[in-house]
């Protein structure tokens, strides 16, 4: 066992060849080791670092590769197979890129291919599809095949190459493997693989004035003399009015505004009168790029701008503390100003797309269409044209949430990196889990480009640095108009009693406080970090509770859809009458979340007007901006919401926030369970009195005595910080450790406890001090996996911290070597959440 854990990974020798040319290709797969493949002359001179190449990998797979070296080492384990096409005329990355994606994957523990990934838009990502091609020498004699043969035969003839969907489509049949199998050993058809690209430009009919009438005399003269096809000229005036008032006519914008018909349409053209003619359109609005900004800092907010400004003279990243509604978007937005008369690009983050809509809207009135956006919920097609306008420098300023770092800067000068504590920075599921806020620090980096860190309640770690003196810290201590912060009150539910002793969801003195801001034409937010109806059902008799079949989770009740859902997996059930265990029918719904809260206030205040802000609410990708907007327009008086509602937004006439269950908040077996706690009620509480009067926040609370929760009524958050990072340092937790979880899984938990414990022992010689576990997560089963935890807590030492992953990797592939591990799924997490 001591070999393996002194042994380390290296290439095996490869040969010099003078005159052959090799290339190292990344493909979306999670290999270990890039892949090399040589360049046949043909190819080479449109070989270049971030063009992609078609490549085969085994028998008869293709992909789109991405290179990322030439050079003449020729590997000396395997004889590499040609290129077998390039795809590109120039480059879709740059080489930057191609480094930030090597660090990602070496720090992230995973592979280049899983981040090439996650990078790429999907239209990037040829798929291999098989296309099968009639043989020629097979002759026409199908009277040996039988009735799906037949029909797939006489096709071929017809059109001598199917995809397999068009094979399925004649069959109408999903499994039309044995068929072509068939057809394969008569010798009637031959299979080939090939790339299928998936990008399709847009396409858009505009409508042109015929040369001939470029003349304004003979286009007055045709008009004079116009004697018949009264509709027809009527169009052309039409078009006439478009093309001087929008310039360039589309041919449904024409039509939909003169209210005429294709065939009249077509009339014109047949007369040499109008022209129409196919071109590319891009997908993305574009407005007028134009810097508009008429607003004055104040002296708070001016005094921020020059000691960040000053900070970048020494520093790369700059911590911009400020209290909630202190005008730091003002700040950026100077910032942003002076980056663009440079000439250079801003990649501005935020955590959620909901956050998205409300800050693009506001800094298009000072930036216009230098802006655009980029999230999950943009079609394949859109982030492809996107791209392209990233890397070629034409887009300017890049909002996005965290899959925004991917894209392919041409000059990169600032990052503004906004909520920046948000955990939803962080990726989970699939690979690579990286947290965007500290990958954007490494991207800038590569650029020589500026970070600036925002947050009322910025991350322990990134307050911890700025103490440190790693970053610069500025601070804004000050509400917007010297407006005062929130007053902040706790209601005890538990001198609260309910005729059926159930949980309190609204409480009586809350309900007073909604009539009153409702009374004073105001707005009120009410925070729940539950979706659906029920997060539970229990059986009054026996006390069962339904649970996932494939997860150790009790369904959540949703009682919009009438529905039990699991909320890991997302398995749906159908709603339960009887207990399992007992046969009873009375089930009593436990705790509540976001569709029970909405019920209730529409009891309590029927006639007032609730939105519900959560997953289940917002489908779509412009429902996020629809339901902020109507809350903004005072369209909607109480919003009930999840995090969704806590993350940044603004809005004018909130008067009152409403946290119900603040116990739910605090009792998560979690080392960051405090400051996650103070984050969300202090960031949700700031949404309230942002404008006018000071707001209110009322807390409903069984343990009032708890101490995050004086920190929070005081506003305190450098007390807070300093109490934690003190309790951080005697149990050896971030921001004074490195963290890597190690996670196990197997559809046995014997196997997957196994596996950890083993990984554990192989582990111990060298790193025994710092491990925690093995353990079974809060969530011990997910998707019929059983999953089992390993915590390594290493000390802040860049060395050890690669030795240790070094070791991972290498105890990874030995264990998987082991015959009862083959099968087990360990996946390295590295500063988890």
């Given at each position: 066992m001591n070999k393996i854990l002194t042994e380390t990974t290296t290439d095996k020798t490869a040969s010099r060849v003078v005159g052959e040319n090799f290339v190292e290709v990344l493909i979306p797969l999670a290999l270990p080791k890039n892949f090399t493949w040589k360049v046949p002359a043909r190819l080479l001179p449109g070989i270049k670092e971030g063009i992609r190449v078609e490549v085969m990998l085994g028998k008869s797979k293709k992909y789109a590769g991405v290179v990322k070296r030439l050079h003449n080492n020729k590997p000396a384990a395997f004889e590499p197979k040609e290129v077998l096409n390039v795809l590109d005329d120039d480059p879709i990355v740059?080489?930057?890129?191609?480094?930030?994606?090597?660090?990602?994957?070496?720090?992230?523990?995973?592979?280049?291919?899983?981040?090439?990934?996650?990078?790429?838009?999907?239209?990037?990502?040829?798929?291999?599809?098989?296309?099968?091609?009639?043989?020629?020498?097979?002759?026409?004699?199908?009277?040996?095949?039988?009735?799906?043969?037949?029909?797939?035969?006489?096709?071929?003839?017809?059109?001598?190459?199917?995809?397999?969907?068009?094979?399925?489509?004649?069959?109408?049949?999903?499994?039309?493997?044995?068929?072509?199998?068939?057809?394969?050993?008569?010798?009637?058809?031959?299979?080939?693989?090939?790339?299928?690209?998936?990008?399709?430009?847009?396409?858009?009919?505009?409508?042109?004035l015929h040369p001939a009438y470029h003349q304004e005399e003979k286009?007055?003269?045709?008009?004079?003399?116009?004697?018949?096809?009264?509709?027809?000229?009527?169009?052309?005036?039409?078009?006439?009015?478009?093309?001087?008032?929008?310039?360039?006519?589309?041919?449904?914008?024409?039509?939909?505004?003169?209210?005429?018909?294709?065939?009249?349409?077509?009339g014109l053209v047949e007369k040499a009168v109008l022209l129409v003619e196919k071109r590319s359109v891009g997908r993305l609005r574009q407005e007028a790029a134009e810097i508009n900004i008429s607003f004055t800092l104040t002296d708070a907010q001016q005094s921020a701008l020059e000691q960040i400004k000053s900070t970048f003279l020494e520093k790369q990243v700059c911590l911009l503390h400020g209290v909630t509604s202190s005008g730091k978007t003002l700040v950026y937005v100077k910032l942003i100003e002076e980056m663009l008369k440079q000439g250079r690009q801003v990649l501005y983050m935020l955590p959620e797309i909901a956050l998205t809509a409300q800050v693009i809207r506001r800094l298009q009135q000072y930036f216009g269409g230098h802006i655009v956006i980029y999230h999950s919920r943009f079609s394949q097609n859109e982030r492809v044209e996107l791209w392209n306008k990233v890397k070629d420098g034409s887009a300017k300023i890049i909002l996005g949430a965290r899959s925004a770092i991917f894209l392919p800067y041409a000059d990169l000068g600032l990052i503004i990196c906004d909520e920046e504590h948000d955990p939803s920075f962080k990726q989970q599921d699939p690979a690579p889990r990286y947290h965007a806020r500290d990958a954007a620090i490494y991207l800038?980096?590569?650029?020589?480009?500026?970070?600036?860190?925002?947050?009322?309640?910025?991350?322990?770690?990134?307050?911890?640095?700025?103490?440190?003196?790693?970053?610069?810290?500025?601070?804004?201590?000050?509400?917007?108009?010297?407006?005062?912060?929130?007053?902040?009150?706790?209601?005890?539910?538990?001198?609260?009693?309910?005729?059926?002793?159930?949980?309190?969801?609204?409480?009586?003195?809350?309900?007073?406080?909604?009539?009153?801001?409702?009374?004073?034409?105001?707005?009120?937010?009410?925070?729940?970090?539950?979706?659906?109806?029920?997060?539970?059902?229990?059986?009054?008799?026996?006390?069962?509770?339904?649970?996932?079949?494939?997860?150790?989770?009790?369904?959540?009740?949703?009682?919009?859809?009438?529905?039990?859902?699991?909320?890991?997996?997302?398995?749906?059930?159908?709603?339960?009458?009887?207990?399992?265990?007992?046969?009873?029918?009375?089930?009593?719904?436990?705790?509540?979340g976001t569709e029970r809260i909405e019920e209730e206030l529409q009891e309590m205040f029927p006639k007032v007007r609730t939105g519900r802000m959560d997953v289940d609410a917002i489908r779509g990708k412009h429902a996020h901006d629809t339901l902020i907007q109507l809350f903004e327009q005072q369209r909607i008086d109480i919003l009930v919401g999840t995090q969704m509602v806590v993350k940044g937004l603004?809005?004018?006439?909130?008067?009152?926030?409403?946290?119900?269950?603040?116990?739910?908040?605090?009792?998560?077996?979690?080392?960051?369970?405090?400051?996650?706690?103070?984050?969300?009620?202090?960031?949700?509480?700031?949404?309230?009195?942002?404008?006018?009067?000071?707001?209110?926040?009322?807390?409903?609370?069984?343990?009032?005595?708890?101490?995050?929760?004086?920190?929070?009524?005081?506003?305190?958050?450098?007390?807070?910080?300093?109490?934690?990072?003190?309790?951080?340092?005697?149990?050896?937790?971030?921001?004074?450790?490195?963290?890597?979880?190690?996670?196990?899984?197997?559809?046995?938990?014997?196997?997957?406890?196994?596996?950890?414990?083993?990984?554990?022992?192989?582990l111990k010689p060298k790193f025994g001090p710092y491990l925690v576990g093995p353990a079974a997560p809060v969530v011990g089963r997910v998707r019929n996996m059983y999953l089992m935890e390993l915590l390594i807590k290493l000390p802040k030492d860049a060395q050890l911290l690669q030795q240790c992953k070094e070791q991972i990797h290498l105890l990874t592939a030995h264990l998987h070597h082991q015959p009862p591990f083959k099968s087990v799924i360990v996946t390295p997490d590295i500063d988890p959440l």
């Open positions: 740059h080489p930057l890129q191609l480094q930030f994606w090597q660090w990602m994957a070496n720090y992230y523990m995973c592979s280049e291919g899983e981040v090439m990934q996650a990078a790429l838009p999907t239209h990037f990502k040829l798929s291999s599809e098989t296309t099968v091609l009639l043989n020629d020498d097979a002759g026409d004699d199908f009277s040996s095949l039988d009735d799906d043969e037949f029909l797939i035969a006489e096709a071929l003839t017809i059109r001598k190459e199917l995809k397999l969907s068009e094979v399925q489509q004649i069959l109408s049949a999903a499994h039309v493997y044995p068929v072509v199998k068939r057809l394969i050993d008569k010798g009637i058809c031959l299979v080939w693989e090939e790339l299928k690209h998936t990008y399709k430009e847009k396409k858009e009919q505009f409508v042109l286009l007055a003269d045709l008009m004079n003399n116009w004697s018949k096809a009264p509709k027809q000229l009527e169009l052309l005036l039409a078009y006439l009015h478009l093309a001087r008032t929008s310039g360039e006519v589309t041919q449904s914008e024409l039509l939909k505004k003169s209210g005429a018909t294709a065939a009249q349409l077509k800038g980096s590569l650029f020589s480009a500026k970070v600036l860190l925002g947050s009322a309640t910025p991350s322990l770690e990134s307050f911890y640095n700025a103490q440190l003196g790693k970053y610069g810290l500025v601070q804004l201590t000050s509400r917007f108009g010297d407006l005062a912060l929130p007053e902040i009150r706790f209601i005890n539910t538990k001198k609260i009693v309910t005729p059926d002793k159930s949980r309190v969801i609204i409480s009586p003195d809350l309900q007073e406080a909604i009539q009153q801001s409702l009374g004073k034409d105001k707005q009120v937010i009410l925070f729940q970090n539950r979706r659906g109806y029920s997060p539970y059902q229990v059986c009054q008799t026996c006390g069962w509770i339904p649970h996932c079949k494939q997860c150790d989770v009790s369904l959540t009740f949703h009682k919009i859809r009438n529905k039990l859902v699991c909320h890991y997996c997302g398995t749906v059930y159908p709603p339960l009458t009887t207990c399992e265990a007992c046969g009873n029918h009375h089930f009593a719904q436990q705790n509540f603004d809005f004018e006439h909130v008067s009152l926030v409403g946290i119900l269950d603040a116990d739910a908040i605090l009792g998560f077996a979690d080392f960051r369970v405090y400051e996650r706690g103070f984050q969300l009620m202090e960031q949700v509480s700031g949404r309230a009195g942002r404008k006018g009067e000071q707001g209110k926040v009322l807390i409903q609370v069984k343990n009032t005595s708890h101490p995050v929760l004086q920190f929070v009524q005081n506003h305190d958050y450098i007390a807070f910080a300093e109490a934690e990072l003190s309790n951080r340092r005697q149990f050896a937790y971030p921001p004074f450790t490195r963290v890597i979880q190690l996670q196990f899984r197997h559809r046995e938990l014997e196997k997957a406890a196994a596996a950890a414990r083993q990984m554990a022992d192989w």
